[in-house]
């Protein structure tokens, strides 16, 4: 027994470990699955729900903004599931294979599974009952941490994608993975592989929308040595959205995540990704919009386990209202991975005197032969700016939109693929046109 | 009636005056010079022409077309055909040229409950006028001043000014920072846009520049005010006696 003073359980996490123990029995997986489950929900249990006073969870304080937990979700009916049918309308435009989620539970006959190859598709309930090869290598060992959020997650793990791309395969299109939810309020605990091999090109997108659900989802992704993904992530939730990437990158390989939220409630973002192998380029990039009581959380762990890589972060939040955005980002340099190379910009536009934004940029570095640099900024809208616009006849909202345009333009620009670069810009340009 | 009338403006900046009982009145198509010391008003008076806030007004009033435009946004005031080249033009990172003369054009228009210029049309108007000034299709597509040169800026100005046609446009020191040629090309630009139906404020600190604008009248501003006009003749006298004996006068 730990000597630890452990604070008394809130009512959120006691109903979390009800559902836990009643689910149990019934949660896909048996043997080393349900050993997992196990040991993860121990972990959690002797944690609780991440509060302030875990550094990482300093400003998002969880046990506190959950007053209770949701029951877990059932099974979408039908209803569910025509409702879900136009979800995901932020990346319709882009000819993706469309995979479609509610309330976290694959809905197979509204995804597009018409075969390709080199491409294997499947839900992450299926791959457990079966204790799928794949899931018993990746599953809960991609980036082992001991986060609490993402303990839970494994302990109660339901259902989620399981995509694997077979080395030197280039996906003819981009997986857009939907995730919508029912009317009906619930907590879903999603976990989704996806494995990409060497030298294999997939784009991978990700749209969450919801009610007042509680999301915790967390996506384990492994590139394969010389391949190369793009992720896209799209949150607009209006409940609780608790999202954890865990990453694991080879060598030779080439990734980039792209994070938008706009019109989301509270959400955690969280990344834990790891340069495993020499010569890799890695690219971490968000836009957050936010009004309202809406907070953001954009916290990430950046390790450099293998030299010769670089990785470049960039977010950037525009705040109105009494919102809240967060961003912590750490790289860590280990001692062997040398002409490491990093660059971490965080920068916070604030349109309101009650927003607030947390910057907490980190390095460790070990290795004496790297450079890494980062840089945090917050401020208001430049008023000499606006007075140029305005005085050349443009509106003071106008100004406005095109100066925060121009803001967060620099870190959307950045996205390669001209079809999401689009998509992403145009998700924000509505959201500044429905400003008041 | 006259284009614009300032009567008796009182201008304080965070408690110090700027402005102390300036008069002026500006005729149609007329080009009138504002010269005058540092520090005696003059890019203050263009600022709050152009409604810029933090400028206290406490006293007095500026008739555009006989009619107080002081409450007027800045947006508004360039509706009504106010336009300002500014004497530091910024710099707005990410806002394509061409996106923000075209907003800004559309927007005037709107105001004045005109139609918006189609994208053809636009693109011919700003082609012409551009090549006129040597502004190049390059400096276009980049974002409004960023990484240009002083002299670019400047002709940056001009090209809006050329584009949005104003009726009444202030010129604040347009040609500070300027080599031979570039206040050449500027103030052909500038020359080609007088008009009966425009009106110009060009100020300046040095006589050069009026070479080449050459003005209707001469006004001189000492200590926030005009304390002198005269006729073109007037600069030249400035040039060979200095400002020395408006600033005694008005002390």
Known sequence: MNAEVRAIKTSAEQALTSAYEAARASLPGKGAVAALREEAFKRFDAKGLPHRRVEEWKYTDLRALMRDALPLAVPPDAAAKAKAKDAGKIFAALNCRRLLFVDGAFVPEASDLTPEPGLTIGSMADALAKNDALVAAHVGKVFETGDSAVALNTSLMSDGAVIHVAAGTVLERPIHLVFASSETPSAAFIRSLIVVEKDAQAIIAESHESNVSQINCALEMVIGDGAQVDYYKATQTRGLHVASLLLTVGAKAAFNTFALNSDASLVRNQSFVRFAGEGSNGGLRGVNLLRGKEHVDTTMLIEHAAGHCASREQFKSVLDGQSHNVFQGKIVVKPHAQKTDTKMMTRALLLSDEAEADNKPELEIFADDVVCGHGATAGALDPNLKFYLMSRGIDDKQAEALLIQAFIGETVEEISHEGFREAIMRAALEWLETRG | ?251
Not at chain 2, 17 to 29: A, D, P, S
Not at chain 2, 118 to 138: C, Y
């Open chain 2, 1 to 251: 009636m006259s284009l614009l009338e300032i009567k008796n403006l009182h201008v304080e900046v965070e408690d110090k005056k700027i402005l102390n009982g300036l008069n002026l009145t500006i005729e149609k198509g007329q080009v009138a010079a504002i010269m005058g010391p540092n520090g005696s008003g003059k890019s203050t008076l263009s600022y709050v022409l152009a409604g810029k806030d933090a400028y206290n007004i406490t006293e007095g009033d500026i008739l555009l077309d006989g009619e107080s435009i002081l409450e007027l946004a800045p947006d508004e005031r360039a509706a009504k055909g106010v336009f300002l080249a500014f004497q530091y033009p910024v710099e707005v990172p990410g806002v394509a040229t061409m996106t923000f003369l075209r907003t800004a054009l559309n927007a005037q228009r709107k105001l004045r409950g005109e139609g918006e210029y189609s994208t053809p049309d636009f693109i011919k108007l700003v082609r012409e006028t551009s090549a006129k000034l040597g502004v190049s299709q390059e400096h276009l597509r980049r974002a409004v001043n960023v990484g240009f040169s002083g002299g670019e800026k400047k002709r940056n100005e001009i090209l809006q000014m050329a584009i949005l046609q104003p009726r009444l446009a202030i010129l604040d020191e347009t040609d500070s920072g300027l080599d031979i040629d570039a206040l050449k090309t500027v103030s052909e630009g500038v020359n080609r846009l007088r008009s009966p139906e425009r009106s110009m404020i060009v100020i300046t600190h040095y006589q050069r520049l009026l070479n080449y604008i050459v003005p209707d009248v001469v006004h001189v501003m000492s200590k926030g005010r005009v304390v002198k006009s005269g006729g073109k003749e007037l600069a030249l006298e400035l040039e060979a006696k200095g400002y020395a004996q408006y600033t005694d006068e008005a002390a």
